[in-house]
């Protein structure tokens, strides 16, 4: 059985803080727990506020952790961020952060990923896997999801290619996007005002924990892009 269940009474996180630590200090964690984090906590925590007080140091921003633009209608830009992702405007964000100020995503977000399950293994002796999420639109469907832009401990993609079905015939294109399917799990109990930064799944299949994972699994290749 699945359970999903915020983490309540975490400080306000400033640059230098140990987000594993204070996520240990108010829960108790199981091994092969996943431990969802919102990025903004992981960009504040590593430094990742900047000003911005102006639309036009905004833009400046978001060209500035874009390898590219692919696509802009007035103030919004589609962009591949350095880590590959295509997002707006960067996954620049201006909610929940002081006025005048802007948060960037975090530079390599599976290795945020790793630190805090360090953290929490340094002061636990529990292992669990961490994901490193942000809401994104999809080019497709209407409406944001929360998907996971860093992994550590926890498959990124699970490959059931090869495996049968219920009718027993075999699987040939499927691929679960397992931390993405977590991160909006967690998503349900966040919300966009509520101030929970920090969820707990709890229950998820054992098998999907992994020592070596990356998050750009999740993301597909140009030559298969069709949208871009």
Not at 49 to 62: C, G, I, M, N, T
Not at 92 to 97: H, K, L, R
Request: proline letters at 3%; hydrophobic letters at 40%.
């Amino acid at each position: 059985m699945i359970s999903i269940t915020p983490v309540y009474e975490l400080p306000e996180f400033q640059k230098g803080m140990n987000i594993g630590e204070e996520i240990v200090k108010n829960f108790q964690l199981l091994h092969n727990d996943v431990v969802v984090v919102t990025s903004k906590v992981v960009s504040k925590a590593e430094g990742r506020l900047v000003v911005a007080p102006s639309r036009s140091d905004f833009e400046k921003h978001v060209l500035s952790e874009s390898r590219r633009v692919l696509r802009q209608r007035g103030d919004m830009m589609i962009v591949e961020t350095h880590h590959g992702f295509i997002c707006a405007n960067a996954g620049i964000d201006q909610s929940n952060v002081p006025e005048g100020y802007i948060a960037l995503l975090p530079k390599d977000s599976d290795r945020s990923a790793r630190r805090i399950r360090d953290q929490i293994y340094a002061k636990s002796g529990v292992k669990v896997g961490v994901i490193v999420s942000d809401t994104f639109g999809r080019s497709w469907r209407r409406g944001v999801t929360d998907v996971a832009l860093g992994v550590a401990g926890i498959a990124a993609i699970v490959d059931l290619r090869g495996s049968l079905d219920a009718n027993q015939r075999e699987l040939k294109v499927t691929e679960v996007a397992i931390a993405d399917e977590i991160a909006s799990a967690a998503e349900l109990v966040k919300g966009k005002a509520s101030r929970v930064a920090v969820v707990v799944v709890r229950g998820v299949e054992d098998s999907y924990f992994r020592e070596s994972t990356v998050s750009s699994e999740l993301v597909r290749v140009p030559i298969e892009d069709l949208f871009r």
